[in-house]
């Protein structure tokens, strides 16, 4: 089988596209209400990738300059397979980063074998320190898996561990410094993250709206955030650490500060779709391409146009019109 030629993604704003998420699965054991609702249903099982075609899709992404792979969800733990997944990308030369974005619930049971099949970082997400506030933003009562995966994927030597909080206003708002203090107490990188409208009416959503500005100001109280450096495998992030605190802070203003001009990123959804931004519903069907037997030259121009569609700016926002169609879970948040 030919292989695609070695051509680097990039758009018509010269942004070289080198970051690759991977939602594996749309299916996941919690139900956070800022991403998934009682009603959510799952897609069929047929028309998700199997794990070769997600193989197959990062192969050729590599190819054409892609260096940073994350595996994300729905849950990417939930997905039967995944360590196997992770055994095989890690064996591509030319990923020089592979991570993973999990809730944490099956990280004791898996972080070992995760580690040992040559996943390089992992990020989890934990928006409270209470496990009854916990139960009620997952709809599950899992706190406690949660903190023993934390804990597991420390000892394993994941490092360092990214912690990922969303702050909604009037839900665990009142979190923000029991969840900063981890960074204090751990050499954790406690990241808060702007809740975004996602498969909701924005208008609605509005309330819930919690700015990095305001979590700026909450930190700010509890001690000076001193400014730590930008490094290249960075992402959005402005980042902070208290002083003699083992581990930083993260701010992650989606909503109120655009990163779009320095993104490097595309997204596979669960479902075989290129998604060039998080935050527009435009996409590309690659999973056709996929079944209908597909040689590599075709789907790296599969690539090469949905790069081409990524917009210069997302237009996503509380008070226009514009949300999203589709959930997070499936696109890979
Ligand atoms: N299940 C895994 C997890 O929760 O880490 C991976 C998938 S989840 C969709 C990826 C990230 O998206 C999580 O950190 C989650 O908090 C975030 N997320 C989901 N819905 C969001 C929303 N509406 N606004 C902001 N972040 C959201
Ligand atoms: Fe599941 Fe992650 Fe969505 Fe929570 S944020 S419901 S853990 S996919």
Redesign the pocket.
């Known amino acids: 089988m030919k292989t695609a030629p070695h051509c680097p993604l990039s758009d018509h704003r010269h942004r070289v596209i080198s970051y690759l998420r991977v939602s594996v699965t749309d299916r ?1 054991n919690l139900r ?1 209400r ?2 998934m609702t009682s009603h959510t249903r799952w897609l069929p099982k047929g028309h998700i990738l199997t794990l070769e075609e997600i193989h197959r899709m990062v192969r050729i992404a590599v190819g054409l300059g892609i260096t940073k792979v994350r595996l ?5 733990l939930y997905r039967k397979g995944i360590v196997g997944l992770v055994q095989k990308l890690a064996a591509e030369p030319g990923i020089e980063d592979l991570s993973m ?3 944490g619930t099956l990280l004791a049971e898996k972080a070992s074998a995760l580690k040992a099949a040559g996943l390089k970082r992992i ?3 934990l928006d409270t320190t209470d496990p009854q506030g916990f139960a009620e933003l997952t709809g599950r009562d899992l706190f406690s898996a949660v903190w023993q995966g934390i804990m597991t994927a420390r000892e394993v030597g994941f490092t360092p561990i990214k912690i ?1 909080a ?1 702050v909604l206003r009037g839900c665990n708002d009142d979190q923000i410094e029991a969840l900063a203090d981890l960074s204090r107490r751990y050499p954790f990188h406690v990241r808060f ?4 409208p ?1 498969a909701t009416d924005p208008h609605e959503a509005e309330h819930f709206f919690f700015p990095i500005t305001e979590i700026a100001q909450r930190l700010e109280k509890m001690g000076r955030l001193l400014p730590v450096a930008h490094e290249r495998l960075d992402g959005p992030a402005q980042r902070y650490r208290f002083a003699d605190a083992p581990g930083e802070i993260g701010l992650i203003g989606s909503m109120s500060s655009h990163f779009c001009d320095t993104c490097n990123r595309m997204r596979l959804t669960a479902d075989g779709h290129l998604r060039p931004c998080l935050l527009s519903d435009e996409e590309v069907n690659v999973i056709d391409a996929l079944r209908q037997g597909a040689g590599d030259e075709e789907i790296a121009a599969i690539y090469a146009r949905a790069v081409a569609m990524k917009k210069g700016h997302h237009r996503l926002s509380f008070t226009g019109d514009c949300s999203l169609r589709t959930k ?2 499936s696109i ?2």
Not at 72 to 76: F, H, I, K, Q, V
Not at 193 to 196: G, L
């Open positions: 996941c956070c800022y991403c994300t969800g729905g849950e990417p974005t999990t809730n990020n989890i997400s990922n969303v993250i702007e809740y975004m996602i997070m879970a890979g948040g």
